[in-house]
């Protein structure tokens, strides 16, 4: 059992809650959202098929339902308990619609009373119930019926899309939902949790391929990051804040603490980290061959995984097992596990070109469905959904 699911399982049983999990709109569409289990092992673009239909079916039993909400949350700062306001007062008035606070129990102030409402309504929504009310909660306390029939009738239009132009074999990243899926010969072969671009840097709707595999990658800061953060960064404090890095200006390595950076542009210097367990690659890169600098890679940080919420990076797209997923590209070039482990030995980077690219295309789903027939919905983290929904369908790569 993951660590999710056993804190959704210990609340659920905690007994100590007196206020109604499955009242009102989010009960029903809670109660909508978990029937009809999807079929086992089956082929990729059947379940893609049996996803599109749930998403369908769901979003027809809502259009009846009325919109009974009255106050939205809007966009701010995280609210938790003790943060008091006008944002808390809507907040309590949400969950009174919502049917998870008694009618008398409006507040500006963020109480413990609160608090449990919130938590009520993440356990009903199949979310972290953490009591914070940050990106993902408030969407989906703002997230009328309508809206949400619309989400699940707009991925499930681009599904069938994917499902009727996508190769037997792709490599699918969903950003609202920040995980991967590799595909191969129709099946799906492994899923994982990824990060994507934050909002400000987000991840473009890109189709592209993997050519090589670079175990014990460097990390080239990318220019954007080196203008925005690691060049005022020098400039402030005389170091780029990044271990074992090699920086070079005019392409000549120098040691910074001898350089006035407040004098340099961005495009006299470049920063490279040296391979190992601290680069920011983890220890394995997915080369593509777009001309944005975008590609997937492992981490040195592993517990970002553990956020519900993953818009986190600077563009790129960070894998949860990057070790898993070489070891099953580079088994078509016959680089086995201990190979893999003597190449993680050497100090210096190791190339290996796949055999035949591997296709890549990263999908803007903000609805999906997951195992057991249980419907999700997914902020819409970059604002694109409406257009994404017009898009045409990609071509077969």
């Not at 500006?108 to 449990?116: H, L």
Request: glycine share 6%.
């Amino acid at each position: 059992m993951s660590a999710v699911a056993a804190t959704r399982k210990a609340w659920s049983l905690s007994g100590a809650r007196p206020l109604a999990v499955f009242a009102g709109i989010a009960g029903f569409v809670f109660g909508l959202l978990t029937i009809a289990p999807t079929a086992d092992a089956a082929p990729y673009r059947d379940t893609l098929t049996q996803w599109a239909d749930r998403l369908d079916a769901v979003a027809s039993e809502m259009d009846g339902k009325p919109d009974l909400k009255s106050a939205r949350i809007g966009d701010g700062a995280l609210l938790k308990k003790g943060s008091s306001g006008e944002r808390v007062l809507r907040l309590s008035q949400r969950l009174i619609e919502l049917g998870h606070l008694p009618a008398d129990q409006a507040t500006d102030q963020f109480t413990r009373t609160v608090d449990d409402a919130v938590r009520a309504f993440q356990v009903a929504q199949n979310m972290r119930p953490d009591g914070l009310v940050g990106g993902g909660t408030r969407a989906a306390l703002d997230r009328s019926p309508a809206e949400a029939a619309a989400q699940m009738r707009q991925s499930a239009m681009a599904m069938r899309g994917f499902r009727d132009t996508a190769p037997d074999t792709i490599l699918l990243v969903n950003l609202p939902d920040q995980t991967t899926t590799l595909v191969r010969g129709g099946e799906a072969t492994l899923s994982m949790r990824a990060i994507v671009g934050r909002p400000s840097r987000s991840t473009p709707l890109l189709q592209d391929q993997i050519t090589h595999v670079i175990v014990n990658p460097t990390w080239t800061v990318p220019p954007t990051l080196l203008k925005e953060d690691k060049l005022p960064m020098l400039r402030a404090k005389g170091t780029p804040g990044i271990q074992h890095a090699t920086i070079y200006l005019d392409g000549v390595e120098v040691a910074p603490e001898t350089v006035d950076w407040n004098t340099v542009t961005p495009g006299r210097v470049r920063i490279v980290q040296q391979p190992g367990n601290h680069n920011a690659l983890g220890r394995f890169r997915f080369n593509l061959t777009n001309p944005y600098s975008i590609y997937l890679h492992g981490t040195n940080e592993p517990h970002l995984f553990d956020r519900e919420v993953r818009t986190i990076s600077s563009g790129c797209v960070r894998l949860e097992d990057a070790r898993r997923m070489a070891e099953i590209l580079l088994a078509d070039v016959n680089v086995t596990p201990d190979r893999i482990n003597r190449m993680l030995d050497k100090p210096e980077p190791q190339w290996v070109k796949l055999a035949q690219p591997i296709p890549v295309q990263f999908v803007y789903w903000t609805a999906t469905v997951d195992e057991n027939g249980t419907v999700h919905l997914h902020q819409d983290v970059y604002d694109r959904a409406d257009e994404t929904a017009s898009a045409p369908p990609a071509s077969r790569a």
